[in-house]
């Protein structure tokens, strides 16, 4: 089974600052990860994936994530944030089965203060 | 293109009452998955088909029915409704090789 833990349930960052987003996953098997973004009332989007190849995942709106296999993390980052990217973000693994059902972290909220 | 459509947005229900959340899609996926979001605990897997005529049950599947009977459509029934099924539920589908999921808009769902 898998898991994924996100450390930090609310995240306050000043605009135009750095920010990064942990998460955590632990699974027995390979797996694909992924970010989405839920901003207030509306589903889900895709923010980036991660499937094989470079551990370095560049997604839209300016974020990247790094895939740490040894430390099974896939914690997200901006150099510089925006009013607009106050949301609430979800890290996601699935198992590589046909179905790519997905498990999800309990979400951290980013709050971009002017 | 619609992508995934769900309906009804919004609906109220009162406890024992029972109701079909709709979802369908136009992108000729195989897969579908319906999840319900809460607060605090992200998103869970209730039911998920991996083709017409085949379903199976995700995380949190008791109280809730699922059947596909077309690639297109993928209803939620909820037999018969409790507080405890007060949540945003979502649709998702999923083709070979995409890896990625594509979410609907949602629905919320209120049961007093």
């Known amino acids: 089974a898998q898991s994924v833990t996100q450390l930090d349930s609310q995240v306050p960052v000043f605009e135009e600052a750095p920010v990064e987003l942990r998460c955590n996953y632990s699974?027995?098997?390979?797996?694909?990860l992924f970010w989405y973004v839920q901003y207030p009332n509306q589903g889900l989007q895709l923010l980036l994936k991660?499937?094989?190849?470079?551990?370095l995942v560049k997604g839209i709106n300016g974020f990247e994530a790094e895939f740490n296999k040894s430390q099974t993390s896939f914690h997200l980052r901006k150099p510089s944030v925006h009013i607009s990217d106050t949301a609430e973000y979800f890290c996601?693994?699935?198992?590589?089965?046909?179905?790519?059902?997905?498990?999800f972290g309990t979400g951290t909220r980013l709050t971009v203060i002017p | 293109n619609a992508g995934v459509t769900q309906t009804p947005k919004f609906q109220v229900l009162k406890t024992g009452q029972s109701m079909t959340l709709q979802c369908a899609q136009d992108?000729?996926?195989?897969?579908m998955s319906w999840y319900r979001q809460d607060p605090g605990m992200g998103l869970r897997l209730i039911h998920y088909?991996?083709?017409?005529?085949?379903?199976d049950q995700g995380e949190v599947p008791n109280g809730y029915n699922v059947s596909r009977s077309t690639t297109e459509d993928f209803p939620l029934r909820l037999l018969s409704a409790a507080p405890s099924q007060t949540s945003v539920y979502f649709c998702?589908?999923?083709?070979?090789?995409?890896?990625?999921?594509?979410f609907g808009p949602g629905t919320r769902l209120t049961v007093t």
């Open positions: 996601a693994v699935s198992d590589r089965t046909g179905a790519n059902n997905l498990f």
């Open positions: 699974s027995s098997v390979s797996v694909y």
């Open positions: 991660y499937l094989s190849g470079s551990t």
């Open positions: 992108m000729n996926h195989e897969y």
């Open positions: 088909s991996v083709g017409a005529g085949i379903t």
């Open positions: 998702a589908t999923y083709g070979t090789g995409v890896g990625e999921q594509y």
